[in-house]
């Protein structure tokens, strides 16, 4: 089992920047893809972004790509999601998720989720 930890979420205005982070542990040796997806009100969770923790190859939501920017640490076992010009549109709660598998987008790929941050953005 995979332990994940985010943090980073809050409330920031149209414009502003936010820096997520993913903790991991446990058995972090197990999971080959890290993935950010994210849920807003009444709608379904959908892809944001996932990178291979051993050559750090990434892939994007198309709508997000250009503003949205996925990294690793492998020494800290961190993912990170940094936000730019953040719109009241991504207002959603953001959840970290490990896979065991080549995944990339498909949320049925992940096996381990975090409890997810809370992003909220105003107009």
């Known amino acids: 089992q995979v332990l994940l930890v985010e943090s980073g979420g809050g409330l920031v205005q149209a414009g502003d920047s936010l820096r997520l982070s993913c903790a991991a542990s446990g058995r972090t040796f197990s999971s080959v893809t890290m993935g950010w997806f994210r849920q807003a009100p009444g709608k379904e969770r959908e892809f944001v972004a996932s990178?291979?923790?051993?050559?750090?190859?990434?892939w994007y939501s198309d709508s997000l790509k250009g503003r949205f920017s996925i990294s690793r640490d492998n020494t800290k076992r961190t993912v990170y999601l940094q936000m730019n010009d953040l719109q009241p549109e991504d207002t959603a709660i953001y959840y970290c998720?490990?896979?065991?598998?080549?995944?990339?987008?498909?949320?049925?790929?992940?096996?381990?989720w975090g409890q997810g941050t809370q992003v909220t953005v105003s107009s």
């Open positions: 990178i291979r923790w051993s050559t750090g190859s990434t």
């Open positions: 998720a490990a896979s065991r598998t080549y995944a990339r987008t498909l949320l049925q790929e992940y096996d381990n």
